[in-house]
């Protein structure tokens, strides 16, 4: 396979995390493969109080919820690969 490209992206919902993978075969898309992950209710609900104007979000919650987030981004990613049995390397960028 030529070079996979990964895409990760989340809805306004906030419900799960949507990844696919994708290849280009003279200038136009392949789907390999796609995934849905899931948003932990801890992480959607710290996630929506930051998106909100509160009193209640601090800098020290939106560091946390920036880690716990990229840490499921990267779940969301390697999930993907193992289910399409696509090694890292082959992928191009994310």
């Known amino acids: 396979m030529s070079g996979a490209y990964i895409g990760l992206m989340s809805g306004t919902s906030l419900d799960g995390i949507d990844a696919v993978l994708v290849t280009f075969d003279n200038s ?51 999930t993907l690969l193992s289910s399409a049995n696509i090694s890292h390397e082959s992928v191009v960028a994310i």
Do not use: T, Y
Not at 39 to 67: F, N, T, W, Y
């Open 28 to 78: 136009r898309p392949r789907l390999v493969a796609s995934h849905s992950h899931d948003i932990p209710r801890q992480l959607r609900e710290k996630l929506k109080l930051l998106c909100r104007d509160s009193d209640l979000a601090s800098i020290d919650m939106l560091g946390e919820a920036d880690c716990e987030m990229g840490e499921l981004l990267a779940d969301a990613a390697n």
